[in-house]
């Protein structure tokens, strides 16, 4: 027994350990940029990362088929609503059954028509509150919204993710002053409390402005994620975090 420790100490030491897998990151990404996220899945398949990709606007056959070879691909999928009009604001002045009728249930009703199951929802404009909460877990599992008023990153222990949970993320791009650097230092504490964080973006691509995530950054965040020993997995695979499946 002694000559195993010894032996497993003389590996640590070569930098043979194994990463021990501690803390989650969800990288998200809103509106529709088929192509470009596509192109991406190469990078997330190379660091064995999985991301969740919310569509907004009108289900189109084109928007269809790339939702399904996104889950091909072990990604997660969900619902930007259909025209993507605040669920507060129009709640309060239309009413509940307006909201769903125009920004839930027709994008609802293209999935199912296809066959596929989508139980994921992205806030537009990140604008939530408990009404609308709970009118959406009567069709969604998670719901996504960013960070609120305080704009600081939210990290939930993984042991409590369960189902019907508003999760929220910090945004990355230009437009959010997002610093790699920075962005590592939040992998780093999730790693170090095993905790789950969020991202979320919008495109993904070579040197990407504004709201999008560019490319090489998003490379940088999951090799420090693998490195850390992080799972990134998409929203669908959260439930299995606390079953070992």
């Known amino acids: 027994m002694k000559r195993l420790f010894l032996f497993a100490v003389f590996c640590c030491s070569l930098g043979l350990c194994a990463a ?4 989650v990151a969800c990288f998200t990404f809103d509106d529709y940029h088929g192509e470009n996220w596509l192109k991406a899945d190469a990078i997330f398949k190379k660091y064995n990362a999985h991301a969740t990709f919310f569509i907004v606007r009108k289900l189109t056959p084109e928007k269809i088929g790339v939702m399904k070879k ?29 909201y ?15 066959g596929l199951t989508v139980r994921n929802f992205a806030y537009p404009n990140n604008r939530r509150n408990e009404k609308t909460d709970a009118m959406l877990y009567k069709y969604f599992d998670y719901l996504r919204a960013g960070n609120g008023p305080a704009k600081k990153p939210i990290y939930y222990p993984v042991t409590e993710i ?15 002053k997002s610093d790699v650097e920075e962005l590592k230092s939040r992998l ?4 170090k409390t095993n905790t789950l964080i969020v991202f979320f973006s919008h ?12 490319t090489e950054m ?12 992080m799972k990134v997995v998409g929203f669908d695979q959260l439930e299995t975090l606390n079953t070992g499946k």
């Open 20 to 23: 021990v897998e501690q803390g």
């Open 218 to 229: 998003l490379e940088a965040l999951l090799a420090h994620a693998q490195k850390l020993g």
């Open 203 to 214: 495109n993904i691509a070579p040197d990407a402005k504004h709201i999008h995530m560019p």
């Open 70 to 98: 996104l889950q091909a691909a072990g990604h997660s999928i969900g619902l930007h609503t259909e025209h993507h009009r605040n669920a507060t604001n129009f709640m309060e002045s239309k009413g509940e059954k307006w």
């Open 100 to 114: 769903l009728d125009n920004e839930i249930l027709p994008q609802l009703k293209v999935c199912e028509e296809n």
């Open 162 to 176: 369960k189902k019907q949970m508003v999760l929220g993320g910090g945004g990355i791009g230009v437009f959010y």
């Open 188 to 191: 780093d504490h999730a790693a």
